[in-house]
């Protein structure tokens, strides 16, 4: 509560989508080719308002009420409005079933774009074989083999109201008065367009008993959008402007086996999935060297910087010699620089998941555990776990007892010797101008889900075929994580963010949610 009586704010938000459409499908067949797809047109338009009233003061206490406000209430109104139109098409071609042929196109003119570039046209060719199907050549050992490949490209265009300079209402001592956007108006701006292609095969074993899909995929955004920083003296903070090219390559792989089935009844089959994907800066356009992805804390930040994975941590770093061990100044403490530089990336280098799924006369039992392997966050608890003495780490070895000796270097590169009280390191100015000792490490591994069943055998019942029972359990523990979250307590996962700009930093994370449930299934 800021003032004597509490405060609050309500917030009524609206938001609308209407899309109107006009299609013509066709389907005929030739002979051993089918032909089928369809041409159309849409109107989009999205509407969106945010109403907000806020009081800092109540005159009453405790009566949330915008007329008991004690002084002048807080209001704010947004409200856009914009509309894509489109046409597109999308015709579907096989040859007795073994070979397939999709290709799609459409254009939009978007009303958030300039009048010169407001139309983009996008379009996609897919092809499919079923080899098996395709030629005399069938093992035994091998029930189905398909190849697959795909181009496309895909279009968009930005937020509306940025191709002029606009304004926003807003009220002081009961004066209203407009202030002008703080990011500057683009010259030219034009739609991003991200080109992919995908090779990928999908093969099945042994009848089916065993499963393995193969994907690699390559995708380009040229012309990105972004909101880039200038100088202040231009009387804007950041101007909008077709800024990036962002390149993201990768593999996925899924092996699935049905691993025991027996006359007994009991079956096990598993399933296991693992990705690497690679996103790297390509260019910046108009002479940057990097733009901010995300301010985050204390100075922290996350840049894409050209031939760089996208994500790099950029922050304070330990001041260390030639051999990586820290320089400490006569005092014994940690010396402090000013230069920023790379502390690590938020990309993962791996992720991957492990689902297996037991029946056994009528028990039913599922498990799936997932990872994530690499990555660095910058955690705000890890930066003020020092200063606060709050956490384990400012108690271990009696160090506020006896103190510690650096591990590092003098500037002579001879050995620290020089023994520093807790309250000197821990609470010392140079933690301030530190970011390093705050980046940790963003692997884990998780169990899942957990799903305990058991299936009822429905008889003489005109109504009811089937009644599963089971009991689940939801996020139920942590079965690896790094010692730098472990030591203090912090879910790597939670430590990330939502959306680009949270992604790679944790702020004072309250616990993960750990869930149970009781499910019942009725067939009919």
Same mark, same amino acid.
């Given at each position: 509560q800021r003032g004597r009586g509490g405060q609050f704010r309500e917030n009524s938000q609206f938001s609308q989508e209407t899309n109107l459409d006009l299609t013509l499908n066709f389907d005929k067949t030739?002979?051993?080719?089918?032909?089928?797809?369809? $041409? @159309?047109?849409?109107?989009?338009?999205?509407?969106?308002?945010?109403?907000?009233?806020?009081?800092n003061d109540l005159t009453v206490p405790d009566i949330y009420a915008i007329s008991n406000v004690k002084g002048a209430p807080g209001v704010s109104d947004y409200q856009s409005e914009y509309e894509t139109q489109s046409v597109y098409f999308a015709a579907n071609g096989s040859y007795k079933d073994f070979l397939f042929l999709g290709i799609t196109g459409r254009n939009d003119w978007s009303s958030t774009l300039p009048e010169a570039s407001r139309s983009y046209f996008y379009p996609s060719v897919s092809l499919g074989l079923s080899v098996l199907d395709a030629f005399?050549?069938?093992?035994?050992?091998?029930?189905?083999?398909?190849?697959?490949?795909?181009?496309?490209? $895909? @279009?968009g265009a930005t937020d509306p109201y940025q191709l002029s300079r606009t304004y926003s209402a807003g009220s002081y001592a009961g004066i209203s008065f407009f202030s002008p956007t703080s990011t500057s108006p683009p010259n030219d701006l034009k739609p991003f367009k991200t080109s992919s292609y995908e090779f990928g095969t999908d093969i099945r074993l042994f009848k089916d008993r065993f499963a393995l899909d193969v994907t690699y995929y390559n995708q380009k955004t040229e012309n990105q959008i972004l909101s880039v920083g200038t100088s202040s003296t231009t009387g804007y903070r950041a101007i909008k402007l077709n800024a990036g090219e962002i390149e993201n390559s990768g593999i996925e792989l899924m092996l699935s086996a049905k691993v025991i089935e027996n006359n007994a009844g009991l079956r096990w089959s598993s399933n296991i999935n693992w990705a690497k994907n690679k996103s790297v800066v390509n260019a910046l356009y108009g002479g940057l060297t990097s733009y901010?992805?995300?301010?985050?804390?204390?100075?922290?930040?996350?840049?894409?910087?050209?031939?760089?994975?996208?994500g790099v941590l950029w922050g304070l770093p330990f001041v260390r010699n030639e051999a990586g061990k820290i320089v400490v100044g006569p005092n014994g403490l940690p010396n402090t620089t000013s230069a920023a530089k790379n502390l690590g990336n938020v990309t993962p280098d791996w992720t991957g998941g492990f689902a297996n799924t037991f029946n056994y006369k009528g028990f039913n039992l599922y498990f799936l555990a997932d990872m994530r392997m690499g990555s660095e966050f910058f955690s705000t608890t890890a930066w003020h776990s020092y200063p606060t003495g709050a956490y384990e780490v400012t108690t271990k070895n009696n160090v506020r007892e006896t103190g510690l000796i650096v591990d590092g270097v003098f500037e002579d590169n001879t050995p620290n010797d020089v023994r520093v009280s807790a309250q000197a390191f821990y609470v010392g100015d140079w933690m301030w101008n530190n970011h390093e000792y705050s980046i940790l490490d963003g692997t884990f591994v998780k169990l899942r889900e957990v799903v305990f069943g058991y299936d009822f055998k429905i008889k003489n019942s005109k109504i009811f075929q089937k009644l599963n029972v089971s009991v689940t359990g939801r996020n139920l523990a942590i079965l690896y994580r790094d010692k730098s979250t472990r030591d203090l307590g912090i879910d790597p996962e939670t430590g990330f963010g939502a959306g680009a700009f949270g992604v790679g930093y944790e702020n004072f994370q309250i616990p993960a949610t750990r869930s149970y449930g009781i499910n019942l299934k009725v067939g009919f």
């Open positions: 030739f002979g051993a080719f089918r032909l089928d797809g369809l $041409v @159309g047109a849409n109107n989009r338009n999205n509407k969106f308002n945010l109403l907000s009233l806020s009081a005399t050549w069938k093992p035994n050992y091998i029930s189905y083999l398909k190849l697959r490949a795909n181009l496309a490209q $895909v @279009g901010q992805i995300s301010p985050g804390f204390g100075g922290a930040k996350t840049l894409g910087i050209p031939g760089e994975e996208w």
